[in-house]
């Protein structure tokens, strides 16, 4: 079993930067490979990005990719997506989850946090 907390969340002006933060509970953090995903209301929970285990392997989806990274610490059993170059269209509820592979799936993940907002005003 393996809990997510999600941090660092909040308003930010579109163009600015954001560190989100995910905090694993349980000594397999490291067995797992780690996803962060985004939703708005009224639509589908969307992949953002992917780590596998070690950390060596990073997947973007394209409307993030070359503005966030993820990234992991498994020492701390974190895993942290590093946002830059904020738009509106950011704007969501951002959550981190546990699974078996670094995919774009949501039905592939284990566990899930309980999501952070993520505001970018105009």
């Known amino acids: 079993q393996v809990q997510l907390v999600e941090s660092g969340g909040g308003l930010v002006q579109a163009g600015g930067s954001l560190r989100l933060s995910c905090a694993a509970s349980?000594?397999?953090?490291?067995?797992?490979?780690m996803g962060w995903f985004r939703q708005v209301p009224g639509k589908e929970r969307e992949f953002v990005a992917a780590i596998n285990r070690s950390g060596g392997n990073t997947y973007y989806a394209d409307s993030v990719k070359g503005r966030f990274t993820i990234s992991r610490d498994n020492a701390k059993n974190t895993v942290y997506l590093q946002m830059n170059r904020l738009k509106p269209e950011d704007t969501a509820v951002y959550y981190c989850?546990?699974?078996?592979?670094?995919?774009?799936?949501?039905?592939?993940?284990?566990?899930w946090g309980q999501g952070t907002q993520v505001t970018v005003s105009s």
């Open positions: 989850a546990a699974g078996p592979y670094p995919v774009v799936s949501t039905t592939l993940y284990d566990y």
């Open positions: 349980g000594r397999t953090f490291s067995s797992y490979c």
